[in-house]
């Protein structure tokens, strides 16, 4: 924690990972995703996405443009080995497969974060079923 010029502590805002569903269906001004980010960013919530999602959802063409204008508000986390090794942990205790969610689960463990917005909950709510701390959140 850090503190203010007046000495007071200053609380980190509470981290928000989003997964390529979240990212896909803000791109495409879905109502309900796009009131959830609004309310996050009025909240001072930290918005964050792995960079899995980026392989996930650009393609390298002109159709980007939409996801783009999304990365441009949020901060994108580059994965460290540490992360690539707890999402293989993961894997391995869940018996999952799906690789970019395991990352995506072992990014908000990384993170701090709190909540993970997501259009499919049920792997990451496997992935991340013996952390309480982290909410997953259909989107």
Request: proline residues 4%.
């Amino acid at each position: 924690m850090a503190r203010s010029k007046r000495g007071r502590v200053a609380l980190a805002p509470e981290r928000v990972i989003l997964d390529s569903g979240a990212v896909i269906a803000w791109s495409r001004g879905d109502a309900r995703v796009r009131a959830t980010v609004r309310r996050a960013v009025e909240f001072g919530l930290d918005l964050r996405v792995p960079v899995v999602v980026l392989a996930e959802t650009l393609r390298g063409s002109a159709q980007d443009a939409p996801v783009n204008r999304v990365l441009k508000s949020v901060d994108v986390l580059t994965t460290a080995e540490a992360v690539g090794r707890s999402a293989g942990r993961l894997l391995g205790r869940t018996g999952g497969e799906n690789t970019a969610d395991a990352l995506v689960a072992a990014e908000a463990l990384e993170a701090g974060a709190t909540t993970v917005l997501t259009t499919d909950p049920n792997d990451l709510a496997a992935l991340l079923a013996d952390q309480p701390e982290i909410t997953i959140r259909r989107v």
